[in-house]
């Protein structure tokens, strides 16, 4: 019992480090551009294929392979957000949010259908980049690639949080997400920070495509739509644009999500984050670590 | 104030003129007797939606999931109840089986506005992206509910539906749907969505209920989406939980966006033009999302008040 109960721990921490992840990009967009940046789901997506193209020309079954692979995604990552930002959501930054929104929108859509043309509709199976080995500590049965993707995870949250509380680029992104008009006014150029966080926010999401393509062996193009759904309820759940907030609701909704997969109601695993979300947005909308703030007029 | 006679006059119209064309239904081409019947379903749930998302301006992202409640609705009344009610020996296409058609797609319809007013309440405490989240999270709920519910058919579908939908019902359907959403918003009591929608804010210090106005709007919306369902799932004769996605719900906004928020005449006019596109799209049929994508993008940077607005009622734009 217990060990069943472990396992599954480790299998949520695995699948919540990933949601994480994504979260992460959802909640610092809407930090600074107070939106939801729906193409996001998309660039992981992209982000895996990065990997897959990528991965012949690594070593493979390496962790040096691995890195250049996940290095190399989550640079293709930042590139494909930097252009989005620039192409269609820059133009319209005065434009009210709901237009920026069915941007947003149509974005994920071209994405998606254009992945399926240039990718192929059907799934493809994701090639081992990481050493791969079953692992087994006392009872418990997990694979080295759930390892990896934890401790990937870890790493690239820590280095996040160093770069916005130890960087004067990060500095300035918070700034922007405070106040964005004081923020100007103290000689901080706003679209060099816009353009920032969305190579950050990207980056990660392109690292999320690769992990999750490495635990869930085979991708599509629309491969992103539901992990990319829950990520954003998972930066709900932890107060929308608080980066510890992020990384805790990714993990809790992974640990919700694998457990009732594991329980009798698997079939409904799918709808948990839905309903986790309108229960979070009707009781709690500020999040577990967000702040409730009053509209002004 | 329009006269109200008119907008009557043209709703027994339309119904005259559905019954000519379903009367002349075996003299026209089955091929175009379908486009017209997907033209009429999707007028509905494009007019239904742009009461929610253009007047009211509660952007909703789960049309489809109305959909879908409406379609299973009304198909598990002309399944399981119709034989009990009807007689396996009425007339097809006589009146036994059309007051059974009406009912059950009655019934669908009740059955989508109950879910619309259960989805307008949590609207009254939220706005713009994160309700757009919420309807979409209804939606997705809706659809996995639907696929593990067996005895309507699971994630296979239900199969097996009395093809009932003729251009009558749809041709009534669109124009019952253009005519009460015309005159609600026409009314007096109407002008409080555009209210609501304009600036919340100052619509309730100038008295009105912006929750109840937003409510009343889910639940119309709902109400023919659910119709719409029915009249979808009795034409095409099997529905899928699948095929009532977020996709679907998308098609449904890009019509409303495309002839502009709120322009009743322009949605229309987006409905016909992206029900045909694809029949005209045909040999590129894999562009064609490619294609709305492009197309609601483009609209947002250079066109955001719709291809068929001309006048905008905004005089300020919002900052």
Same mark, same amino acid.
């Given at each position: 019992?217990?060990?069943?109960?472990?396992?599954?721990?480790?299998?949520?921490?695995?699948? =919540? &480090?990933?949601?994480a992840?994504?979260? /992460? *990009?959802y909640?610092m967009v809407y930090g600074?551009l !107070?939106?939801?940046n729906? $193409?996001h789901?998309?660039?992981?997506m992209v982000?895996?294929?990065?990997?897959l193209y990528?991965?012949?020309?690594?070593p493979a079954?390496?962790?040096l392979g691995?890195?250049?692979v996940?290095? =190399? &995604?989550m640079?293709?990552?930042?590139? /494909? *957000?930097?252009?989005?930002e620039?192409l269609?959501y !820059?133009?319209?930054?005065? $434009?009210p949010?709901?237009?920026?929104?069915?941007?947003?929108?149509?974005?994920?859509?071209?994405?998606?259908?254009?992945?399926?043309?240039?990718?192929?509709?059907?799934p493809?199976s994701f090639p081992?980049?990481?050493?791969?080995?079953a692992l087994s500590?006392g009872?418990?049965d997990?694979?080295?690639?759930?390892v990896?993707v934890l401790?990937?995870?870890?790493?690239?949250?820590?280095g996040?949080?160093l770069?916005v509380?130890?960087?004067?680029?990060g500095?300035?992104?918070?700034?922007v997400?405070?106040n964005?008009?004081?923020?100007?006014l103290?000689?901080?150029?706003?679209?060099?920070v816009?353009?920032?966080?969305?190579?950050?926010?990207s980056?990660l999401?392109g690292a999320?495509?690769v992990?999750?393509?490495?635990?869930y062996p085979t991708?599509?193009?629309?491969?992103?739509v539901l992990?990319?759904l829950?990520?954003?309820v998972a930066?709900?759940l932890?107060g929308?644009?608080?980066?510890?907030?992020a990384?805790l609701?990714?993990?809790?909704l992974g640990?919700?999500?694998?457990?009732v997969?594991?329980?009798q109601?698997?079939t409904?695993?799918?709808?948990?984050?839905?309903?986790?979300?309108?229960?979070?947005?009707?009781?709690?909308?500020?999040?577990l670590?967000g702040?409730?703030r009053?509209?002004?007029v | 104030?329009?006269?109200?006679?008119?907008a009557?006059?043209?709703f027994l119209?339309?119904?005259?003129l559905g019954?000519?064309?379903s009367?002349?239904?075996?003299?026209?081409?089955?091929y175009?007797?379908d486009?017209?019947?997907?033209v009429?379903?999707?007028?509905?749930?494009?007019?239904s939606?742009?009461?929610?998302?253009?007047?009211?301006?509660?952007?909703?992202?789960?049309?489809a999931?109305?959909?879908a409640i409406g379609?299973?609705a009304t198909a598990?009344?002309t399944?399981?109840?119709g034989?009990?009610?009807?007689?396996?020996?009425a007339?097809?296409?006589?009146?036994a089986?059309?007051?059974?058609?009406?009912?059950?797609?009655?019934?669908?319809g009740l059955?989508?506005?109950?879910?619309g007013?259960?989805?307008?309440?949590?609207?009254?405490?939220?706005?713009?992206d994160?309700?757009?989240l919420v309807?979409l999270?209804?939606g997705?709920?809706?659809?996995?509910?639907l696929?593990?519910f067996?005895?309507?058919?699971?994630?296979?579908?239900?199969?097996?539906?009395?093809?009932?939908?003729?251009?009558?019902?749809?041709v009534?359907?669109?124009?019952?749907?253009?005519?009460?959403v015309?005159?609600?918003?026409?009314?007096?009591y109407?002008l409080?969505f555009?209210a609501v929608?304009?600036d919340?804010?100052?619509?309730?210090a100038a008295?009105?209920d912006?929750?109840?106005?937003?409510?009343?709007?889910?639940?119309?919306?709902?109400?023919?989406a659910?119709?719409?369902?029915g009249?979808?799932g009795?034409?095409?004769m099997?529905i899928?939980p699948?095929?009532?996605?977020?996709?679907?719900s998308?098609?449904i906004v890009?019509?409303?966006?495309?002839g502009g928020?709120?322009?009743?005449?322009?949605?229309?006019l987006?409905?016909?033009?992206?029900?045909?596109l694809?029949?005209?799209?045909r040999?590129?049929?894999?562009?064609?999302?490619?294609?709305?994508?492009?197309?609601?993008?483009?609209?947002?940077?250079?066109r955001?008040?719709?291809?068929f607005?001309?006048?905008?009622?905004?005089?300020?734009?919002?900052?």
């Amino acid at each position: 019992m217990l060990t069943e109960f472990l396992q599954q721990l480790v299998n949520g921490l695995s699948l =919540g &480090a990933i949601y994480a992840l994504i979260a /992460l *990009g959802y909640t610092m967009v809407y930090g600074v551009l !107070r939106f939801i940046n729906f $193409a996001h789901s998309d660039v992981f997506m992209v982000g895996a294929f990065a990997g897959l193209y990528l991965a012949p020309l690594a070593p493979a079954g390496s962790i040096l392979g691995g890195l250049v692979v996940v290095g =190399g &995604a989550m640079l293709a990552s930042a590139l /494909l *957000g930097v252009a989005i930002e620039r192409l269609a959501y !820059r133009p319209l930054r005065q $434009a009210p949010t709901l237009n920026v929104l069915i941007t947003a929108i149509g974005v994920s859509c071209l994405l998606q259908s254009a992945g399926q043309l240039v990718f192929g509709a059907a799934p493809r199976s994701f090639p081992v980049i990481f050493p791969a080995r079953a692992l087994s500590v006392g009872g418990l049965d997990f694979s080295s690639n759930q390892v990896v993707v934890l401790v990937f995870a870890a790493i690239l949250v820590i280095g996040l949080r160093l770069i916005v509380f130890h960087t004067r680029m990060g500095a300035a992104l918070r700034a922007v997400s405070q106040n964005p008009r004081a923020a100007r006014l103290m000689g901080i150029d706003n679209d060099v920070v816009i353009r920032f966080t969305f190579a950050l926010g990207s980056a990660l999401a392109g690292a999320g495509g690769v992990l999750y393509a490495v635990n869930y062996p085979t991708i599509d193009p629309l491969m992103g739509v539901l992990p990319g759904l829950k990520a954003f309820v998972a930066a709900i759940l932890g107060g929308i644009g608080s980066i510890p907030g992020a990384a805790l609701g990714g993990l809790l909704l992974g640990l919700v999500e694998t457990f009732v997969g594991g329980s009798q109601y698997s079939t409904y695993k799918d709808a948990i984050a839905f309903a986790l979300l309108i229960l979070f947005l009707l009781f709690r909308p500020a999040g577990l670590l967000g702040k409730a703030r009053i509209e002004k007029v | 104030m329009p006269p109200m006679p008119k907008a009557h006059l043209g709703f027994l119209l339309a119904l005259v003129l559905g019954g000519v064309l379903s009367g002349l239904s075996d003299r026209i081409d089955p091929y175009h007797l379908d486009v017209l019947i997907g033209v009429g379903i999707n007028i509905v749930l494009a007019v239904s939606l742009n009461l929610i998302a253009g007047h009211t301006g509660q952007f909703s992202l789960g049309h489809a999931g109305f959909m879908a409640i409406g379609a299973y609705a009304t198909a598990a009344v002309t399944i399981f109840l119709g034989p009990h009610l009807i007689g396996d020996t009425a007339a097809p296409g006589g009146l036994a089986e059309n007051t059974l058609f009406g009912s059950a797609l009655l019934i669908g319809g009740l059955a989508a506005a109950l879910a619309g007013l259960l989805v307008g309440i949590p609207s009254l405490r939220l706005r713009g992206d994160y309700l757009a989240l919420v309807t979409l999270g209804f939606g997705e709920i809706i659809r996995v509910l639907l696929q593990n519910f067996e005895p309507l058919g699971g994630a296979l579908g239900l199969n097996g539906i009395p093809a009932y939908t003729t251009v009558f019902w749809v041709v009534a359907a669109g124009a019952a749907t253009v005519f009460t959403v015309g005159c609600l918003v026409r009314s007096n009591y109407g002008l409080g969505f555009l209210a609501v929608r304009d600036d919340e804010i100052a619509a309730s210090a100038a008295g009105l209920d912006p929750a109840r106005y937003k409510v009343v709007a889910f639940t119309v919306g709902a109400f023919f989406a659910g119709i719409a369902g029915g009249l979808f799932g009795h034409f095409k004769m099997t529905i899928t939980p699948s095929g009532f996605d977020f996709s679907r719900s998308i098609e449904i906004v890009v019509m409303v966006i495309l002839g502009g928020l709120g322009n009743t005449v322009g949605v229309i006019l987006a409905a016909v033009l992206l029900t045909l596109l694809p029949e005209f799209l045909r040999p590129v049929a894999e562009y064609r999302l490619v294609l709305y994508s492009l197309l609601l993008i483009g609209l947002m940077l250079a066109r955001p008040q719709g291809l068929f607005t001309f006048r905008t009622h905004r005089a300020v734009p919002r900052a």
